[in-house]
């Protein structure tokens, strides 16, 4: 197991799996980027027709939380990057459950669900 350990395609998978973090995390931040422009489009687009009784600020906000969001993941990326390293040079690192991953998918499906919610109620 040890051998196993040191192998450096154990490295180079460790840094596949950061370099994915890190792509999601800057997914993340220009979905959201791109969301909250959106919204401010839509403000200018109806500021010359008369209030409308649905506000835009909802995309500002969810954009902002998105990008937040995705700095979120990259901070862990790096620290779960660190620290797998370091268990990898030690002989110490067992497998176990992407908790990271379990939390990012049950929390996009969580905003999902509030998106569709959001919209249906908008008819």
């Not at 973090?21 to 969301?35: N, Q």
């Not at 067992?94 to 969580?110: D, E, H, K, Q």
Request: aromatic fraction near 8%; avoid cysteine.
């Amino acid at each position: 197991m040890a051998n196993e350990l040191q192998d450096p395609r154990t490295y180079f998978a460790a840094e596949r799996t950061f370099l994915a973090w890190i792509r999601t995390g800057l997914g993340l931040m220009g979905v959201g980027f791109a969301l909250a422009r959106f919204g401010l489009f839509l403000r200018e687009f109806r500021s010359n027709q008369p209030a409308s009784p649905h506000s835009t600020g909802l995309s500002v906000y969810s954009g902002a939380g998105l990008v937040a969001l995705g700095v979120i993941v990259n901070v862990s990326a790096v620290v779960g990057h660190i620290r797998t390293v370091r268990e990898l040079r030690s002989g110490a690192w067992t497998p176990g459950i992407a908790r990271n991953a379990v939390i990012l998918a049950l929390l996009l499906a969580l905003a999902g669900a509030a998106v569709g919610v959001y919209l249906l109620l908008l008819r």
